[in-house]
C-alpha cells in the first residue's frame, strides 16, 4: 500500500525543480521537500534514485565486513605494513557511503543535495587518494623513483585529490555544458598516480623480467576495463540517451557506473591482499619500502580535513546564495 502510494506520488521532470533533474531521466522523481526520515523509508520506494543508493550501499557494507574478516583472521593486523591497506579501505567505503547517503537524501533539499553531492566527491577523492597510496607503497617496482620519493610523491597525490575535488564540486556551479567531463577529468590525473607504478612495474617485467607478479596480471586489467567503462558510462548517459524514459528506474547509466565503480573497488581489495603477501619479502627489503603513519595516515587525513573544511564553505556559499546551481540555465536554454 505504501509503495503504491508512493510511486503514484513520484512526480515527471517538468514538474519539479532543474535542481534535481538529471538528464534524459523524465519520470520517477520524489518529492523535493521530504523529511529525513521520509528520504530513509524511499530506500524501500521505487523510484528513480533508489537503484543509485543501493547499487552503493551494499558494497559498503560487504567491505566493512571484508575488513573484519581479515583483521580478525590475521595477527597483529594494525601494524605498519597494512596503513596503506587501510587508507584505501576507508576511501573505499568513505565514497561508497557518501554516495549512497547522497542519492538517499538528494531530494531533502537543494542545500542538502548540493552539500551530501560534494561530499560524494570528497569520498571519491579520498578513494582515489588511498588507493593510489596502497599502489605506490604494494605494487610499484622495487627500484621505482616513485618508491624513493615516496613522501613527495604521496603529498602531491594528496594535493592533486584535494584539487580534483574542488573541480569536481565547482562543477555543479560552473561549466554546466561539460559538468560530467569536467568530474571525470578531475579524477583523471589521481587515476593516472594509481596506474603509474603498475605500468612502470609491468614495463620492467616485459623488457627485463623483473618484478614480475603474473598471479595479480589480470585483475589488474580487470580493474582497468572497470575503471574505463565507468568513466564511459558516467560521461555518455548511455543507455538513456538514445531512449529517454525508458531507463528511468533500472540500468540507467548512473546505475551501471555504480556497478562498474564497485568492480573496481572489489577487484582491487581482491588483488591489493595477494600483492602485499607475495612481495612482502621483496618489499621490506627495500630502503624506505616501509609505510609509516607519517607517509599515509597524515596526508590522508590532512586531505579529509581540507576537503571537509573547503564542503563546509561551499555549503555556506550555497545556503548564502552566492552559488547556485548551473542546472537552471540548462533549463532556460531548453
Ligand atoms: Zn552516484
Request: charged share 10%.
Amino acid at each position: 500500500m505504501e509503495s503504491s502510494r508512493s510511486k503514484c506520488s513520484l512526480l515527471r521532470c517538468d514538474e519539479i525543480d532543474a535542481v534535481y533533474v538529471e538528464p534524459f531521466i523524465l519520470s520517477g522523481y520524489r518529492r523535493p521537500g521530504l523529511s529525513w526520515w521520509q528520504c530513509i523509508k524511499h530506500a524501500f520506494v521505487l523510484h528513480n534514485d533508489v537503484g543509485n543508493f543501493w547499487t552503493h550501499f551494499i558494497p559498503f557494507l560487504l567491505w566493512v565486513w571484508w575488513l573484519v574478516a581479515i583483521s580478525v583472521s590475521e595477527e597483529n593486523f594494525f601494524q605498519p605494513y597494512n596503513y596503506p591497506l587501510l587508507c584505501f579501505w576507508f576511501g573505499a567505503c568513505s565514497y561508497a557511503l557518501f554516495s549512497s547517503l547522497a542519492h538517499m537524501f538528494a531530494c531533502k533539499s537543494f542545500l542538502v543535495h548540493t552539500t551530501c553531492f560534494i561530499f560524494d566527491y570528497l569520498g571519491i577523492a579520498m578513494y582515489a587518494l588511498g588507493a593510489n597510496i596502497g599502489s605506490l607503497f604494494y605494487v610499484s617496482a622495487t627500484s621505482s623513483p616513485l618508491l624513493q620519493n615516496r613522501t613527495w610523491v604521496i603529498w602531491t597525490e594528496a594535493m592533486v585529490a584535494v584539487t580534483g575535488f574542488l573541480t569536481c564540486s565547482l562543477s555543479r556551479f560552473y561549466w554546466k555544458k561539460y559538468r560530467f567531463v569536467v568530474r571525470v577529468g578531475s579524477y583523471a590525473i589521481p587515476y593516472f598516480f594509481g596506474v603509474g607504478p603498475y605500468a612502470h612495474r609491468q614495463a620492467l617485467c616485459i623488457f627485463y623480467g623483473t618484478d614480475c607478479v603474473p598471479q595479480t596480471f589480470y585483475f589488474h586489467m580487470a580493474a582497468i576495463v572497470f575503471a574505463n567503462l565507468l568513466a564511459f558510462f558516467f560521461v555518455t548517459k548511455i543507455p538513456e540517451r538514445f531512449f529517454p524514459g525508458k531507463f528511468d528506474y533500472f540500468f540507467q547509466s548512473h546505475q551501471l557506473f555504480h556497478v562498474c565503480a564497485a568492480c573496481l573497488t572489489s577487484v582491487q581489495m581482491y588483488y591489493t591482499p595477494m600483492e602485499m603477501a607475495i612481495r612482502r619479502t621483496v618489499l621490506i627489503e627495500v630502503p624506505g619500502g616501509q609505510p609509516t603513519w607519517q607517509t599515509t595516515f597524515l596526508p590522508f587525513v590532512c586531505a579529509l580535513m581540507l576537503g571537509v573544511g573547503m564542503t563546509g564553505c561551499l555549503g555556506y556559499l550555497t545556503y548564502a546564495g552566492v552559488l547556485t546551481t548551473n542546472k537552471n540555465d540548462e533549463r532556460k536554454n531548453k
